[in-house]
Antibody
Framework: EVQLVESGGGLVKPGGSLRLSCAAS????????MNWVRQAPGKGLEWVSSIGSSPSNIHYGDSVKGRFTISRDNARYSLYLQMHSLRGEDTAVYYCVTGTTGFDYWGQGALVTVSS | QSALTQRASVSGSPGQSITISCTGTTSDVGGYYSVSWYQQHPGKVPKLLIYEVSNRPSGVSRRFSGSRSGNTASLTISGLQAEDEADYYCSSYTSSSTWVFGGGTKLTVL
């Protein structure tokens, strides 16, 4: 069974930084493209970033480009999202997501709240 | 990266069929087979319903079906049931090697 467990969420002040982690199990982690998808309170889903099985294959959404950095550690079956210069509009539940046919597998999410 | 266009809400009575549409461009919905649909109940994690325009993952009811015409993808739910009441999102791969979601459609079962 594929399991994705996010951690690292919390309350941070505007302009601050936070690092999210996602621990994966039940899959051949190094073969999967991994994604972060977020959902602001009461709002829809927004794709944030993806990293392919090759760490050079990285993409970001326009709203986070230049502020967020995605990375992975295949030996640790882990995915990361380093977030800098956080803004109020970054407040959301951040999901770690992967799959072969679409976004098949979702973690339970980590809440990031940006507020003074 | 503009969100795909979905109607904000749709409703139907039990037993009826409803269709939710998702409109994009030739750079996303109209240009790639990687179009998916997700169901999200309140407070829950999204669930994959349809992948590659019209394919159902194992375990998803046959009442859910997907199609596409040009730049518009559609999700049809037949034999509407009370438990279908949820938010539905489409997503598509894009020509920029990114992904984009629709704004979501809230389905109310009357």
């Amino acid at each position: 069974e594929v399991q994705l467990v996010e951690s690292g969420g919390g309350l941070v002040k505007p302009g601050g930084s936070l690092r999210l982690s996602c621990a994966a199990s039940g899959l051949s982690f190094n073969s999967y493209t991994m994604n972060w998808v977020r959902q602001a309170p009461g709002k829809g889903l927004e794709w944030v970033s993806s990293i392919g099985s090759s760490p050079s294959n990285i993409h970001y959404g326009d709203s986070v480009k230049g502020r967020f950095t995605i990375s992975r550690d295949n030996a640790r079956y882990s995915l990361y999202l380093q977030m800098h210069s956080l803004r109020g509009e970054d407040t959301a539940v951040y999901y770690c997501v992967t799959g072969t046919t679409g976004f098949d597998y979702w973690g339970q999410g980590a809440l990031v709240t940006v507020s003074s | 990266q503009s969100a795909l266009t979905q109607r904000a809400s749709v409703s139907g009575s039990p037993g009826q069929s409803i269709t939710i549409s998702c409109t994009g461009t030739t750079s996303d919905v109209g240009g790639y087979y990687s179009v998916s649909w997700y169901q999200q109940h309140p407070g829950k994690v999204p669930k994959l319903l349809i992948y590659e325009v019209s394919n159902r993952p194992s375990g998803v009811s046959r009442r859910f079906s997907g199609s596409r015409s040009g730049n518009t993808a559609s999700l049809t739910i037949s034999g509407l049931q009370a438990e279908d009441e949820a938010d539905y999102y489409c997503s598509s791969y894009t020509s920029s090697s990114t992904w984009v979601f629709g704004g979501g459609t809230k389905l109310t079962v009357l």
